[in-house]
C-alpha cells in the first residue's frame, strides 16, 4: 500500500512538472512570437507605425480613465492610515518621530507597485482579457490575418505599450494621493506645517530608490501585459465556454507573476 501510495504520488507530481514546463514553453514561445510580430511591425510601412501610436494612445486614455479614480482613493486613505498609525498607536509604543521614512522606504518602493498593480489588473487587464478573448473565440484574430494584418502587433503591442507608458503615471499619482493622506493625518495628530513636512521628506529620498522603482515598474508593467495577453491567446477559435477560466488566469497569473518580479528586484537591488 506504501509503495502504491508513493508510486501515484510521483506519477501525479511528474504529470505537474511536465504540465508546468510545457506551459512555460509555450509562455516562450508566445514572447519570442509577440516580439517578432512586434519587430516586423515597427518596421513596417509609415501609416501602419501611425496606427500603432494611435491604438496605444487609446489604450493608455482607457488605462488612466479605468483606474486613476480607485488609484486616488485608496491613496489618500492609505497615506492617511499611516499617519494615524504611526503617530497613534506606534508612538504609545515608542515609535520615530518621523512617517517620511516609512513613506519613502516602505510604501514608496514596496506597496505602491503592488497597490497598482492590483487596481490596474481590476480596472483594466479583466476588462480588457474578456474583449481579447471574445475576439479570439469569435474568430476576429484569424480575420485580421486575412487581411495582412497580424493579432498580436494590432491587439498585442498597444495593450502592453499602454501598461509600460501608463504605469509610471499612474504609480505618481497614487503615491502623490498618499502624500496628501499622510499630511492630513500628520496635521490631525502633530500639527506640522506643509513646509517642514514636505523638506523632511526630501531629506529621506535616495536618488538610487527611484533607479530600483523604476525597473521594478518597468519589469511589472510588461509581467502584466504579457501574462494577461498570453492567457487571451490561449482561447481556441468557439471557445466562448472557455472565457471566464482564460480571464481568470490571467488577472491571477498577471498578479503573481508580477509581484513575484517586484520581489526579485528588491532582493537583488534592496
Request: aromatic share 14%; charged share 15%.
Amino acid at each position: 500500500m506504501t509503495l502504491g501510495f508513493f508510486e501515484a504520488a510521483l506519477g501525479r507530481l511528474g504529470r505537474v512538472g511536465i504540465k508546468f514546463f510545457k506551459r512555460r514553453i509555450e509562455q516562450a514561445s508566445f514572447a519570442g512570437r509577440l516580439y517578432i510580430e512586434g519587430l516586423i511591425g515597427f518596421k513596417g510601412s509609415r501609416p501602419r507605425r501611425r496606427l500603432i501610436r494611435k491604438l496605444t494612445l487609446y489604450q493608455i486614455l482607457i488605462v488612466f480613465k479605468s483606474s486613476v479614480l480607485l488609484l486616488s482613493i485608496f491613496g489618500l486613505l492609505l497615506g492617511f492610515l499611516w499617519a494615524v498609525i504611526w503617530y497613534g498607536t506606534l508612538a504609545n509604543l515608542g515609535g520615530a518621530t518621523t512617517l517620511n521614512g516609512l513613506l519613502i522606504s516602505v510604501h514608496l518602493q514596496e506597496i505602491s507597485p503592488i497597490l497598482t498593480t492590483m487596481v490596474v489588473i481590476i480596472a483594466y487587464c479583466g476588462p480588457m482579457s474578456l474583449e481579447l478573448v471574445w475576439l479570439k473565440s469569435s474568430g476576429e484574430f484569424s480575420s485580421l490575418r486575412l487581411m495582412g494584418a497580424s493579432p498580436e502587433h494590432v491587439l498585442g503591442w498597444p495593450r502592453t505599450l499602454a501598461l509600460i507608458w501608463a504605469f509610471p503615471g499612474l504609480i505618481l499619482i497614487f503615491n502623490l494621493f498618499a502624500l496628501a493622506g499622510a499630511y492630513w493625518g500628520t496635521v490631525s495628530a502633530i500639527d506640522l506645517p506643509l513646509a517642514e513636512f514636505g523638506s523632511d521628506l526630501l531629506l529621506a529620498v535616495k536618488p538610487f530608490k527611484f533607479f530600483m522603482l523604476a525597473v521594478k515598474i518597468f519589469i511589472i508593467s510588461v509581467s502584466v501585459g504579457f501574462f494577461c495577453l498570453y492567457n487571451c491567446w490561449t482561447i481556441p477559435e468557439g471557445g466562448y465556454n472557455l472565457a471566464p477560466g482564460a480571464v481568470r488566469r490571467a488577472m491571477c497569473e498577471a498578479f503573481v507573476y508580477s509581484t513575484l518580479a517586484g520581489v526579485l528586484v528588491t532582493i537583488l537591488y534592496g
